[in-house]
């Protein structure tokens, strides 16, 4: 049956939907009926007649990577619940969608619940959890009430509860509402706050989920749509699911782009078919009239930024080096971290020569200053130094000194602090000035140089 979308939603002739077939879709809505007549649910019905390691090597044949930010390969997560354990198993789909420049998940949730509900479904069976949570962000309050009202549809229908379709599993899933903190994105900041806590994120070792989780027993945390995969996983079989996308980089995963270019979006593209020139330039129309490509954070705000004008020297899987401009750049994971930055959330923010990178980096240092947990010191204190450094650069006030101490106050929260957010922080300001530091030294004051523009900076970023 040919599938059509509404005006001005059709996929782009380079996309593959797979988690996104049913968005923006003619005369699909997110009832449990509707799903049904389209097969819902019948994948959870093959997969409950599987073992649960059959399924979890299904997984692991994929070569599913998280599509959460990480890229971990999902089916080796599983096998990380210890294989003595006695307490229970949980599953948490962290719908905390909270990376400035991403927005997928909420698509998801909003317009295909039933999709989401049946891949976590089966992922419970395949770990043995019999109780899931899905901890959705406090910004989404029309989407958990969508989830709220598919669990009891799927429910009525016998797909949750007890003895699902006659298995004899039994499995509850509950919608949580988060407080709208950045840092539950992080899995163990998530896992506290579920508990009722301060999301302080935990330590680890020892405390990773899979060993240490929800009530410091076993727990699988994963993304809204890598949950998803698992349901085409089992439609299509590991092995076919593979052929999609590109070695060590298989599947489809959906590009979120934003900034300035004539048409952004989401795009759902096979993983590293689609260079960076086919997003911009194919899928999203090229960039705004007149301008020119300044630069790419390609994975989230929390990504390394790329310049236009960059060459890259990437290995290749045969031992050679190839060389590649920004444009030439496949989307994929490994790529993009050889090329010095993270495919990440799949957040793609596009920048032309209009945009001041020193208000872009104060942008993005206001915005973590504001989300710190304030767990550990040298985030609690340096992200709110460098958003006050950067404040003052972009405002045209600074000394020239004050870049290389902003440059300073970044290196001394990287790699020290508990959880990733000390380096979702400082990256930003560690690759803007690696490579704009002409402009932003060009946004100070010369006439400040050798001056203390600023005493309570300069004492607070020396007692870091």
């Known amino acids: ?19 996104f077939r049913n968005v923006d879709r003619e005369g699909w809505n ?31 044949l994929s070569g599913l990577r998280g599509r959460g930010g990480a890229g971990f390969p999902t089916g080796v997560k599983w096998t990380f619940i210890p294989p003595n354990n006695t307490k229970p198993v949980y599953l948490i789909c962290n719908a905390d969608e909270s990376e400035p420049g991403t927005f997928k998940d909420r698509y998801i949730i909003h317009q295909d619940p039933h999709q989401l509900i049946e891949g976590m479904t089966i992922s419970c069976f395949a770990v043995g959890a019999h109780l899931a949570y899905i901890y959705i962000r406090e910004e989404f309050p029309e989407g958990a009430q969508i989830l709220e009202r598919a669990i009891e549809e799927a429910k009525a229908k016998g797909f949750l509860g007890k003895n699902i379709c006659g298995s004899g599993f039994d499995l509850e ?23 009722g806590k301060r999301p302080y994120p935990r330590i680890k070792p020892p ?25 085409h996983i089992i439609e299509m079989g590991g092995a076919e ?58 994975g989230g705000s929390s990504a390394k930024v790329l310049r ?50 020193a208000w872009v980096l104060n942008n993005l240092n206001t915005f973590y200053a504001h989300e710190s947990c304030g767990q550990c010191t040298p985030c609690r204190e340096g992200s709110l130094w460098m958003r006050k450094i950067s404040d003052r650069i972009a405002g045209g006030t600074a000394s020239p000194d004050d870049v290389g101490l902003l440059e300073s106050v970044a290196y001394q929260i990287d790699g020290k602090t508990i959880c990733a957010f000390g380096e979702a922080c400082s990256w930003p300001t560690e690759s803007f000035i690696a490579k704009f530091r002409g402009e932003l030294t060009a946004a100070t004051r010369p006439e400040n140089k050798g001056r203390i523009t600023n005493p309570e900076t300069q004492v607070a970023a020396a007692a870091l």
Not at 173 to 195: K, N, Q
């Open 30 to 60: 997110t009832s449990i009926e509707r799903s049904l007549q389209e097969g819902g649910y019948e994948q959870l019905k093959k997969a409950l007649k599987m073992e649960p390691k059959a399924i979890t090597e299904e997984v692991k």
């Open 207 to 231: 405390y990773f989920p899979a060993a240490l989780g929800l009530y410091m027993c076993p727990t699988i945390v994963n993304n809204v749509e890598s949950l998803c995969h698992v349901k």
């Open 173 to 195: 899933i509950y919608v949580h509402r988060g407080a709208g903190a950045y840092i539950c994105g992080e899995e163990t900041g998530l896992i506290e706050s579920l508990e």
């Open 1 to 19: 049956m040919a599938i059509t979308y509404k005006s001005g939603k059709q996929p782009h002739p380079k996309e593959h939907r797979l988690i």
């Open 308 to 357: 236009a004008d960059e060459v890259f020297k990437v290995k290749q899987p045969d031992g050679s080096i190839k060389e590649l401009t920004v444009w030439d750049i496949p989307m994929d994971f490994d790529t993009i971290a050889a090329c010095g930055s993270m495919a990440g959330s799949g957040g793609v923010i596009i920048m032309d020569d209009s945009r001041s990178m």
């Open 241 to 298: 699911y593979a052929k999609l996308g590109t070695p060590r980089n298989t599947g489809t995963r959906i590009l979120c782009v934003s900034g300035d270019v004539v048409k952004p979006g989401y795009y759902e593209i096979q993983v590293g078919k689609v260079t960076m020139r086919e997003v911009i330039e194919d899928m999203c129309g090229g960039l705004k009239p007149g301008r020119t490509l300044k630069a790419i954070i390609p």
